[in-house]
């Protein structure tokens, strides 16, 4: 019984079943029935032959020994956890999203009662298929009969087929006709995560999507993690680079200009000397929140450069709208008056910013523009500190 949930009807009838117990007088779901079992538990106490059952005011029940997460989360809201939120999901995410393109009205019908837990949307061409993906955001899972598609021949077929933009990562499970090892081994070699001959039973199908769900939803969460600064939870140093790269390359093409801010707390050595170095981490937590705050537009990117500097990158943004934002940063630092009693500067934490903009050049590194900024920023310690200085103003 390891490893299964016996708080589903099902299983517990197909385990009872195997071990010869005779429970199909009783059946399972009259709610009689279970009653009167859950008055022999409580009566008895005959542990190992009878089954407990509890029944929640929603009319939700719960038979046998579930996992524990499940039965803390139904004692505490009176109603049971779906498989997902068994590995750890948030339930009040938005619901994974599957996008079909099939033809088979009757057993569409099937899967959308099915899958409760995820959206299921229904195209009826692959190219409203891309259309819905590229215009309501990428979906978790892609379901696709092969016959509507034509040729899957072509390797990389997901996106060859669609925008570049399109995750490749996406899963997208082959649905088939035509069972063949042939027709098994072209969708794999063209990318399938998986391929599902026709006719299926339901429930197989249900299985292996939950599956992919779930793993998709590990990938991401994962994802996440290797995204974020372990302290600060912003972005970290790693994703900076990737997204740097990333709009390097796009600014190179568009001819729109890249700004980027570099911004080092001031005297912060002194900060943790005094402070101690746990309140100098919860300030850095505070400042990074602040600073991520002030990044207006959905594009920008607020990190954790490393130690106490952040670097904000702004895309299309030339030097004019990368000061405006480096102002609102200064501002709001000064604005949270987060004390700091030994800085020569002011008795509250201050921020140093350099700033630099540039059009990307395809041959030019972009390097060029976090030296750049870091010259302005060193000039503003120079000048200072708790304050701004741009690369074009001080060259
Ligand atoms: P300046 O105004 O010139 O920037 O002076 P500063 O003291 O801020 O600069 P310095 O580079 O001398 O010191 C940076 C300090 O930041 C020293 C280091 O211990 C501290 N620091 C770096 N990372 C962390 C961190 O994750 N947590 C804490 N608490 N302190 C950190
Ligand atoms: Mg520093
Ligand atoms: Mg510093």
Redesign the pocket.
Known sequence: MEGLDISHPEILQFLLDEQGVDVSSKGIEASDDLSAWQEQWNSDSEFGRILPIVISEQGEKVIGFPLEPELDVFLQSGSLMSDQTLHGQDERKAPQRILVLDDDVAGLQMLVQQMNKAQVEIADSFSSLVESALEHGMPDLVLVNTSLIGDIEGTDWWRNSTDSDLDSALPVIFLSEDKSTEAEVAAFEAGAADFIAKPFHPRVLQARLNMHLQARESQQQLNNIARADA?TSICNRREFDLRLMGEWSRGARTGQALGLLMI???????Y?DYYG?LR??EC?IAVAQILNSCMQRTSDLIARYG??EFVALLPDSGLEGALTVAEDCLEAILEAELAHVHSDVLPCITV?IGVSAMVPIHDKSSTMLIEQADIALYQA?QNG?NRICSFDEWS
């Open positions: 302290l080092d707390v001031d005297k912060f050595k002194e943790n170095h100098g981490d850095l130690g106490e140093s310690k500190r």
